[in-house]
Structures are given as structure tokens and as C-alpha cells.
């Protein structure tokens, strides 16, 4: 379970920064080099902790009613990074000396990463060999340890780290794309340090080795950050424990740690650097929390904490363990973009998962419908408490999209914003932002889907079912009854952001009436089990709504051209001329960057699934007919300019039986970010995609699909493959799927724990 890399340039080294960062859901640095770069590298040097967030006010030319006055971005925060190298005061680099060999390497099994350079100095001509392991805790989420190990192959003299806190950061901007934050703000305020002595007498009985403390603020939501830096220096195989010589000091932006050793050929000197963060989002003293923790950290011992991460992935894989047979080369993709949905998903019930997860500032580190619909489902059938989590969040901010529904004109129910961080809307371009209505179905559904996964009535009462109702009022304050008698919902934009503002989006009615049926279902549910009340009564509930809801739901209207046996995206998107894709340049994709919004609303081109989408999430009542003849034609219209989209028809076509693309699209799938398919994996992972990859496998090569009474799969293997497995949670059980021609119905499927559960083969 490795990713590695034997090779550096300066090219590469931003997305690689991406690649080979570290994060636990709550903390996130980039892979950027220790030692820095020369000025002529692009690095995009970052820390981060989700859900921690400054305000920009956002500026319009003209402001109409209801458009956000400001919008949370995530914050850079302070270079935790560095720690420079110096050998008899020659200064290390990948890009001065000789580099003799190099390695990078991701350890999905450890949860860390590792460089290992053999370099000779450019004026001594002495060799070393360095080996530097990181490692954000999954068990200690605060912590970001560093391991800098020097060994001498041929070297005689002092070894010198310099190792810091550098709170003189900013923010990554891009003015040429809409992706990334083009205004440059400084978010973060260097506020003061100190040193601390006599709690490091603690850490490490009567050796002097100063813990440092660096505090910071925001310049607008005014947060509040602590840091403290403890750094170790020990050596290893030589006669006689040479003297090490230290010192921790404050400077004008952070804290500073020198410390030397002499070592001889054989000798092995390393450097713990423990980096614990906290902030005033989930702690009422930072100070007080980061204290506590480094105390911890530090008596516990680098090699411990290294272990316990361990550990942790030991347990993660037990319940996540997926396995292609016969192509060990996307086996490798699978498993790196799993280990990094483990990475970006927060778990604490404040924050979610971003776009970029923890791994970049791409989207300004904003929560989409992206977690629901497409990482939702890896954590709900693999890891269920952090998919609770998730759903936390959204009962969290759910009095954010009451009051966003206020400003978008409504008298009932909820409205989720289209992106967010605090549960405010953050999208300053309504059309492909606040329109994006079917957010707050997706929610619903991820609600949903949780009821049926576990049978969590009680999480259901408490929140879910509040979630459900208010989200079911605002489809009944937004749509109407036309004249046909169906219900009708206009001036929404669906999934694709090629087509705004149109009336009865398919894909977004859908999930207005599964969202509807849902509510009534739950509630009724609950108030069988006399659970009912304590909802009924906290939001002034009607059970005369429970009529409306079911018969809006029944009356929706739906698009649909009988011709071409298809359904519309929406009621006009068959009127308009469908885009020449094969004349269009290659160097025009993605479209957005290159043509005027309204002139890619006048065609027929989709950015990514919509109606597909659909068919795959709501495919009941749908013929098999219509869902093929929808997916053929929506494949020729679709430029997958969205991470989000090459999975859901890699999907459909094995649905469909269409082997060959469904391999294709799963192939560009899982190799999105490590083959930078979209030539901006360095502001950050397609996190979306990453899950994608996860659904690719169990809802499309699997065919799963989750009805109330059990699980149902339809089992396919790819020419390529020899087989594959994979393990899900449903219920209480954990199952292991291990799929093989060998097999009648193609699969043998055993419960690991728990008890039995209904599974029926198609």
C-alpha cells in the first residue's frame, strides 16, 4: 500500500505538494520541501484546518436584493514546515550538490510520508543520507509530527537544524481562474510568542529543549489560533552522546529552534518536530488545548505516535479493504484515493469536506453538494460514525439555511447554500450557485440513505427528521401547480453548470420528490414508534403537510420527449442547438474558461452529469429503455469538464452493459489527480472524484443498489480484470464481495461480523 515516486523537478513540484501532503480531517499541510524552494520554483506552501475560515466582503458593480455581502474563505495558516539542514554550515537542497538518489514515498498502511536523498554537499563533497517522515494523527488530530533523520555515509562535522514557526503567510491567488481565490487578502495576524521552559522540563525531564508558542488571528471573523513547537534532537551508534547545542527563541512572526550535533561516518542524528494547532472554533482556550496536547505528544515519544498511526490504518483498511485483481497498477489509484477520502472527511461535527479536502486552497476550501452525493457513500458503508459526523454538520447549520431560505424569498423550510463553510452562502454568481436548489435535496437523500444503511431511528428523531420536514417545506414554497395540474419548479439550475436557471430540471425534481416521500416516510415511521413529538413541537409541525408533501410528490412533472424516448434536462434544453464538441479546440476545454456564460446557456452542452446522475440515484419508475436511451445521448453532449462527472457514467454503463466505457471512464476516474487530468491537482485534490472512484467500483462494477428491503447487486468484471473484492458495513454486519467468474452469480459474499442481512443478486 504505497504510492512513490522516484523523481523531482521543478515542474512538478506544486502538484506533487498535493500528492504527497498529509492530513487527518481536522489538520492539513502540503508536501512542500523542508528546506524551501529557489524564487523561480512554484510551491504553493500551506497549512490548513478545515472549517477554519477568515470573512471577504464581496464586492459587486451592482448589488441586487439578497446577493451575500461576504463569504468565508479557508485561511493559510502559519509555515510549520521548515526545518533547514545545514553540514558544517553548507545549507541542504534538492537543487545545490549533487542529489544521488531520491525516493518519495506514500505509506497508506503507516499514514505517512517519506523522502529518502542520498546528497553530497557542493564544497566538501561529503554524503549523506536523509530520511524525513511526516504524519498528520489520526488519533490526535492536532498533531503534525515530523521525523528528520540524518545518517553519515562519509561526513565528519556539525549537523545544524534550523526548524520554525513562521506566522508571515498568506494566502495562494490565481487571477485567471474562477477555481481558485484571485483577490490577495492577508487573513492570518502573527499575534505573539513565548517560550516555555518549564513545561518542556516536563516533556523531557532535565534536558533543556524549549517549547515555543506562536498565537494568531484572523482579520475578519477573528478567530483565534495557538501553535507550539517542540523540536528533539537525539544520535544514534556513536561511542560517546555528543553534546548537542540548542536554543528556542521568539521572533517578530513565530518561533525559531536551532539545534547542532557533531556525528561521524555510521552516526545517525535525528530531529522530532512536533507541530499541535488548535482553534477557537472547537476549543475555548487554543493556548490552554495546545499545551496539553504537546505535553502528551511529547511523553508519549515520536516512535509511539508513528505506531498508534499504525494502528489506526490497520482498523481503517479492516472495514475499507478493496482489492483489484489482475491490475496492480489501478489497484495503487484505488487505494491512494481512498487513503485520501480518509484524509479530507472532518470529523467533528463542525466542519465537512471541502472540494480540495485539506490538500490545497482550490474553491477557497468550500463545502459543496459534493460530500453528500459522492464521499458520503464510502464513508456510510465503510465507516459509519464519521458519515454521522457529516450529517452533523449539515443538522449544525441547518438554522443557516432556514435563514438562507428567508433571503431567497421563502416563508417556510430550509435552503442549503450552495457553498459554505460556516452555513452561509458563500457563491457571489447565483446562477450556477445559489440556484443550485438540489443541494438541499442532496442533503435529504444523504439523510435517507443513512435511515436505510442503519435503521438509526433515534438518530433520525433527534435530527434527522427536523432536517427532512424543513427541507420538504421549501420544495412546497418553491414550486407550483400549473396549469397541467403537475407540480412545477422553475428558475433552478441542476448538476450542470453549462445550463442555468431553467424550469423543471429533471434531476432537480427528482430530488424535490424523493426528498418529499422521505419526510413522510420518517415521520410516520416515527410517530409509529411514539418518537414524533419532541420534532412535531420544535418546528411547529402540521401533519395536514404530510398531504401536501405526498401529493406534490406524486404530481411532479418530469420533462420527457417521447420521440427520442428520453428525458429532458429540463423544458427547454431539447429547443436549443447541441455544441460541435469535435470542432471545439482542445486547448477551449474546460469551456468555462474560455466562453461567456450566457453563450454556453444558448446550447445543448453539459459540464458534467445531471439527467444520468438521476438515473443512477432515482432510477426507480424509469424504464430500462429510457435510462439507455438517455445515457447515449447525454454522452454526446457531455464534456466531463467537472471532476464530478466521469464516474456517474462509468456508472450507468456498466448499469447499461456498455463494458468498454464503463472501463474507460473508470480508468480516467481513478487516475484524475495522480495523472492531473484536469491540470489543477496542484490547488488540490478532486475530492469528489476520489469517492467517485469508490462508487465506480460498488455501484457500478457491483451494480449495487440500496432498496428498502436490503441490499441489491448486479454484478459485472471488467475484460481487463481477473476479479475483485471489497468489504461494506449494512446494518450491524460487516460483508466482505469477492467477485470472480469462478463463482455462480459471479460473487461469494461472507459476513465478517454481525448478523445476516438481505442481499439479493439481479
Not at 442555468?500 to 416521500?517: E, F, G, K, M, P
Not at 488540490?684 to 467517485?692: D, R
Request: hydrophobic share 35%; charged share 25%.
Amino acid at each position: 500500500m504505497k504510492f512513490t515516486k522516484t523523481d523531482y523537478n521543478k515542474e512538478s513540484l506544486a502538484l506533487d505538494e498535493t500528492l504527497f501532503h498529509v492530513a487527518n480531517g481536522y489538520l492539513g499541510v502540503r508536501g512542500s520541501l523542508e528546506e524551501g524552494c529557489p524564487n523561480d520554483v512554484t510551491t504553493i506552501r500551506g497549512c490548513y484546518i478545515n472549517g477554519f475560515y477568515d470573512t471577504v466582503k464581496l464586492h459587486y458593480p451592482e448589488r441586487l436584493y439578497g446577493f451575500p455581502e461576504e463569504a468565508q474563505r479557508l485561511v493559510n495558516l502559519p509555515d510549520v514546515q521548515t526545518v533547514k539542514l545545514f553540514l558544517d554550515g553548507e545549507e541542504f537542497s534538492l537543487f545545490s550538490g549533487e542529489v544521488l538518489k531520491y525516493e518519495r514515498t506514500l505509506d497508506m498502511e503507516a499514514g505517512t510520508t517519506t523522502r529518502k536523498i542520498r546528497w553530497k554537499s557542493p564544497k566538501k563533497q561529503q554524503t549523506v543520507d536523509i530520511e524525513i517522515t511526516r504524519m498528520a494523527s489520526f488519533t490526535r488530530p492536532e498533531l503534525f509530527l515530523t521525523t528528520y533523520a540524518v545518517a553519515s555515509v562519509d561526513f565528519v562535522g556539525t549537523v545544524e537544524f534550523l526548524s520554525d514557526i513562521d506566522c508571515n503567510v498568506s494566502n495562494y491567488v490565481a487571477d485567471n481562474d474562477p477555481r481558485v481565490a484571485s483577490e490577495k487578502i492577508q487573513h492570518i495576524f502573527f499575534d505573539s510568542a513565548f517560550n516555555s521552559s518549564n513545561i518542556c522540563s516536563e516533556v523531557v525531564g532535565n534536558s533543556r529543549q524549549d517549547i515555543g508558542m506562536a498565537t494568531c488571528f484572523t482579520g475578519v471573523s477573528n478567530l483565534q489560533l495557538a501553535t507550539t513547537h517542540l523540536a528533539r534532537l537525539s544520535c544514534f551508534y556513536h561511542t560517546e552522546y555528543p553534546k548537542v547545542t540548542e536554543g528556542t527563541i521568539e521572533t517578530d512572526t513565530g518561533i525559531e529552534s536551532n539545534k547542532s550535533i557533531t556525528i561521524y561516518p555510521g552516526d545517525i542524528c535525528q530531529l522530532d518536530k512536533f507541530i499541535v494547532m488548535s482553534d477557537s472554533r472547537r476549543q475555548k482556550s487554543p493556548r490552554k488545548h495546545v499545551k496539553q496536547v504537546i505535553l502528551e505528544c511529547g511523553n508519549i515519544g515520536a516512535k509511539a505516535l508513528l505506531q498508534e498511526q499504525a494502528d489506526f490504518m490497520k482498523n481503517f483498511w479492516h472495514s475499507s479493504k478493496m482489492e483489484i485483481h489482475g491490475c496492480p497498477e489501478l489497484q495503487e489509484g484505488m487505494l491512494f484515493n481512498l487513503y485520501q477520502l480518509l484524509q479530507s472527511a472532518g470529523r467533528d461535527s463542525i466542519s465537512s469536506v471541502a472540494s480540495k479536502g485539506i490538500s490545497g486552497e482550490g474553491y477557497e476550501g468550500h463545502y459543496f453538494w459534493d460530500t453528500e452525493i459522492y464521499i458520503f457513500p464510502f464513508f456510510l458503508y465503510t465507516q459509519p460514525e464519521i458519515a454521522k459526523n457529516l450529517l452533523d454538520f449539515r443538522y449544525n447549520t441547518l438554522d443557516g439555511a432556514r435563514k438562507h431560505a428567508i433571503i431567497m424569498g421563502h416563508k417556510k423550510g430550509a435552503l442549503y447554500p450552495w457553498r459554505t463553510i460556516s452555513g452561509s452562502e458563500c457563491s457571489s454568481f447565483f446562477p450556477a450557485g445559489s440556484a443550485q436548489y438540489h443541494l438541499t435535496g442532496d442533503v435529504a437523500h444523504a439523510f435517507m440513505q443513512y435511515y436505510y444503511v442503519t435503521d438509526d431511528v433515534k438518530y433520525m428523531a433527534e435530527y434527522g427528521a427536523e432536517v427532512l420536514l424543513e427541507s420538504a417545506r421549501l420544495w412546497l414554497d418553491t414550486g407550483n401547480y400549473g396549469s397541467d395540474g403537475k407540480f412545477h419548479i422553475h428558475s433552478v439550475t441542476g448538476p450542470d453548470e453549462y445550463t442555468c436557471c431553467v424550469s423543471d430540471n429533471y434531476y432537480t425534481n427528482r430530488s424535490a420528490q424523493h426528498n418529499l416521500l422521505g419526510a413522510v416516510e420518517v415521520y410516520l415511521r416515527l410517530k409509529e414508534m411514539g418518537l414524533h413529538e419532541s420534532v412535531k413541537a420544535k418546528i411547529k409541525f402540521e401533519e395536514s403537510e404530510l398531504k401536501m408533501f405526498t401529493q406534490a410528490a406524486n404530481d411532479m412533472f418530469f420533462p420527457f420527449d417521447a420521440k427520442l424516448g428520453i428525458h429532458a434536462q429540463d423544458s427547454t434544453f431539447l429547443d436549443k442547438p447541441i455544441w460541435d464538441l469535435n470542432s471545439t479546440p482542445k486547448s477551449h476545454f474546460p469551456l468555462l474558461l474560455h466562453y461567456h456564460p450566457l453563450y454556453l446557456y444558448r446550447f445543448q452542452v453539459c459540464k458534467q452529469a445531471d439527467t444520468v446522475l438521476s438515473h443512477f440515484l432515482f432510477e426507480e419508475d424509469v424504464t430500462e429503455d429510457v435510462i439507455r436511451n438517455s445515457y447515449m445521448y447525454y454522452d454526446k453532449i457531455t464534456t466531463h469538464d467537472s471532476s464530478l462527472s466521469e464516474c456517474v457514467f462509468g456508472i450507468m454503463a456498466s448499469r447499461l452493459g456498455l463494458s468498454e466505457k464503463a472501463y474507460k471512464y473508470f480508468s480516467n476516474t481513478v487516475w484524475c489527480d495522480l495523472g492531473d487530468k484536469h491540470g489543477n491537482t496542484k490547488d488540490g485534490l478532486h475530492v469528489a472524484n476520489l469517492g467517485g472512484t469508490w462508487l465506480a467500483m460498488v455501484f457500478g462494477f457491483a451494480g449495487l443498489r440500496l432498496k428498502k428491503d436490503g441490499l441489491h447487486f448486479r454484478f459485472t468484471i471488467p475484460n481487463e480484470w481477473e476479479g475483485y473484492s471489497f468489504r461494506l458495513r449494512y446494518r450491524n454486519s460487516l460483508l466482505e464481495i469477492d467477485v470472480n467468474r469462478k463463482y455462480p452469480n459471479l460473487a461469494k459474499i461472507d459476513v465478517l461480523s454481525g448478523e445476516p442481512v438481505p442481499v439479493k443478486i439481479m
